[in-house]
């Protein structure tokens, strides 16, 4: 968010948007979870843009309703002829993951979105919200890529990660999921001169890149970790859950909640099924 230069993994998981045209100028939403089960349905006028649908929403589904409308009536901005014409629409998002992983669900959508209006996804994104933007450079790419925001301007370049050391990397799914948006606005409150520790990420991403040997990389991330818990005034995620394991951890999203990274060897799922972790894919299930 402060111009970092950070290293992005594609997944194998994502999300896809089908559009249909009908007749009456009324848009229906529809969201399929990994199984099939639709999640979330409304109906809207699209002339008002008021809900059509006749069930009452849930607290829960109205703010997910309120941000839809947010996104579509950014889009619209950005795009005036977009959803104009005298058509209904039917539209129905999919995941091929379970909702909770939080592996990019609302990224996937407003980058979906923006494709479908023919506008500018990372526009959208900070008209309609806030955050980094990197995620939405992931759903652009099918494989690894630099991303870093340059006086605001996002730039992703597609570069070379396959480490020798692959077999070796784990994510594990800590069993809550992470309000990216809370992750934000927890960073933005705390007032520390960004410089150094800008400068020290950079060249961490920079090395971690070149490393080759397993023990290099666990320094590296190590030192990452240490580098955002002296940030934001919080233990890591290994000091807090995980102290007595023998490899590296590191945080990811918004550091604290959904997956972590964790080096270590045939051993590794065990060791977290134990502590209640039952969620751990190998490196080749989870990266693209």
Not at 182 to 204: C, V, W
Request: glycine share 6%; hydrophobic share 35%.
């Amino acid at each position: 968010m402060d111009g970092a230069l950070s290293l992005a993994l594609p997944t194998l998981y994502g999300q896809s948007l089908a559009v249909k045209e009908t007749k009456d100028r009324i848009l229906v939403w529809k969201s399929l979870d990994d199984k099939g089960k639709t999640w979330f349905e409304i109906s809207y006028d699209l002339d008002k843009f008021s809900q059509v649908s006749e069930n009452a929403l849930t607290s829960e589904t109205q703010a997910i309703s309120d941000r839809l409308i947010k996104i579509l009536l950014e889009a619209k901005k950005l795009n005036p002829n977009f959803m104009a014409s005298n058509q209904g629409l039917e539209i129905s998002t999919a995941l091929n993951f379970p909702r909770e992983w939080g592996l990019g669900s609302s990224s996937t959508l407003i980058n979906n979105i923006a494709q479908w209006a023919n506008i500018d996804a990372y526009t959208l994104l900070w008209n309609a919200f806030s955050g980094s933007g990197y995620d939405l450079a992931c759903a652009q790419h099918n494989g690894p890529i630099t991303y870093q925001l340059n006086n605001s301007k996002p730039i992703a370049i597609p570069v070379s990660f396959n480490p020798s050391f692959k077999n070796n990397l784990y994510f594990v799914y800590l069993n809550q999921k992470q309000n990216s948006r809370e992750g934000i606005a927890h960073y933005r409150e705390k007032d520390f001169n960004s410089f150094t520790p800008l400068s020290q990420i950079s060249s961490i991403t920079q090395r971690i890149l070149t490393c080759t040997r397993l023990t290099q990389f666990e320094k590296l991330i190590k030192k990452h970790e240490a580098i955002i818990s002296e940030i934001l005034e919080v233990p890591t995620v290994k000091e807090r859950l995980f102290p007595d394991y023998k490899g590296a951890v590191k945080s990811l999203g918004a550091w604290g909640g959904d997956f972590i990274l964790a080096t270590g060897n045939k051993n590794t799922p065990d060791y977290f099924k134990e502590k209640g972790y039952s969620i751990i894919l190998p490196y080749s299930k989870m990266v693209r």
